[in-house]
Nanobody, 114 residues
Framework: QVQLVESGGGLVQPGGSLRLSCAAS????????MGWYRQAPGKERELVAR???????NYADAVKGRFTISRDNAKNTVYLQMNSLKPDDTAVYYC????????WGKGTLVTVSS
């Protein structure tokens, strides 16, 4: 059974940083591209960062230069380092293997507010 468990969210002031983690089980992690998605209130879920099996990264324009995705295949974990956070980054963040292939986890809430 596939499980994706996100963690690391919280309340942060504008300009602050957070590091999200996603632990995957039930999949052959090192054979999957992985991605971080987010869903803001009243909006559709969107892919914001993607890392290939060979660690090539891609980012949505809204987060480029501020977010960094990485992976640790030994730990079956993908990370999202988020810097210079803005109120518009407020959302529930999820990981999955694009397009997405697997059932969603519960996500982790990131709130950027002063």
């Amino acid at each position: 059974q596939v499980q994706l468990v996100e963690s690391g969210g919280g309340l942060v002031q504008p300009g602050g940083s957070l590091r999200l983690s996603c632990a995957a089980s039930g999949i052959i992690f090192n054979r999957n591209d992985m991605g971080w998605y987010r869903q803001a209130p009243g909006k559709e879920r969107e892919l914001v960062a993607r890392i290939s099996v060979s660690a090539i990264t891609n980012y949505a324009d809204a987060v480029k230069g501020r977010f960094t995705i990485s992976r640790d295949n030994a730990k079956n974990t993908v990370y999202l380092q988020m810097n210079s956070l803005k109120p518009d980054d407020t959302a529930v963040y999820y990981c999955n293997a694009p397009p997405p292939y697997y059932n969603w986890g519960k996500g982790t809430l990131v709130t950027v507010s002063s």
